[in-house]
């Protein structure tokens, strides 16, 4: 059963704290990427990668940091220097026949 | 700057009638364009695609048009049905590119 997935569903932390969201996908695609949804906004690009070992930044990549060891793995890190945390990130995967971006199930994000 | 811009935050439309969703653009660059379905607290599910090169696309009861020289598409659902609610995200990317740009998103309601 290909997809993506993306642990946990929710997540609290305190504040001051750095905090690793999981993407996994089995689908085989080079292309991954992070996004964050905030209420009544698009979704923003953080970090996207379209190899393994390479990655670039989107437009709000500040106060983020990703790594990609793996082509299934694209792990993000929210660290203490990002300013508002509190938000609902999504995970995605490209699959470069279709150029068509798939979704993981979301991580919604809580800092106290 | 936002590229994509989806102007309407909602829509409210009776079952049974056509829900018609606008997309509009700014980067003449962009030259493939997806429509994406989100409900609360999930990732967006992909509905229906076009490239540039058509001026429509047709997927059951979704169709999306495209009018380069105005920049605008559009997500027609016909019939509409309450299954249908949800928000609606339009995105766009120019292949030689990485990036996809999201518009902000259309809430659709659909009243049985």
């Known amino acids: 059963d290909g997809g993506i997935t993306q642990s946990p569903k929710y997540l609290f932390r305190k504040e001051g704290q750095n905090v690793t969201l999981s993407c996994e996908q089995n689908?085989?695609?080079?292309?991954m990427y992070w996004y964050r949804q905030d209420p009544g906004q698009g979704l923003r690009l953080i970090y996207y990668s379209q190899i393994v070992n390479d990655f670039q930044k989107g437009d709000i990549a500040e106060g983020y940091s990703v790594s990609r060891e793996k082509k299934e793995s694209f792990p993000l890190t929210v660290t203490s220097a990002q300013k508002n945390p509190t938000a609902f990130y999504l995970c995605?995967?490209?699959?470069?026949?279709?150029?068509?971006?798939?979704f993981g199930p979301g991580t919604r994000l809580t800092v106290l | 700057d936002q590229q994509v811009k989806q102007n309407s935050p909602s829509l409210s439309v009776q079952e049974g009638r056509i829900s018609i969703l606008n997309c509009d653009y700014t980067?003449?660059?962009?030259?493939?364009f997806l429509w994406y379905k989100k409900y609360p607290a999930e990732g967006p599910t992909f509905l229906i695609s076009i490239s540039s090169i058509k001026d429509k696309n047709e997927d059951g009861r979704f169709t999306v048009f495209l009018n380069k020289s105005a920049k605008h598409l559009s997500l027609h659902i016909v019939p509409s049905q309450p299954g249908d609610s949800a928000v609606y995200f339009c995105?766009?990317?120019?292949?030689?590119?990485?990036?996809?740009?999201f518009g902000t998103g259309t809430s659709l309601t659909v009243i049985p």
């Open positions: 995605a995967s490209n699959d470069r026949i279709t150029d068509t971006q798939y």
């Open positions: 995105a766009a990317s120019a292949r030689t590119g990485n990036q996809f740009y």
């Open positions: 689908l085989n695609h080079d292309a």
């Open positions: 980067n003449s660059m962009f030259d493939y």
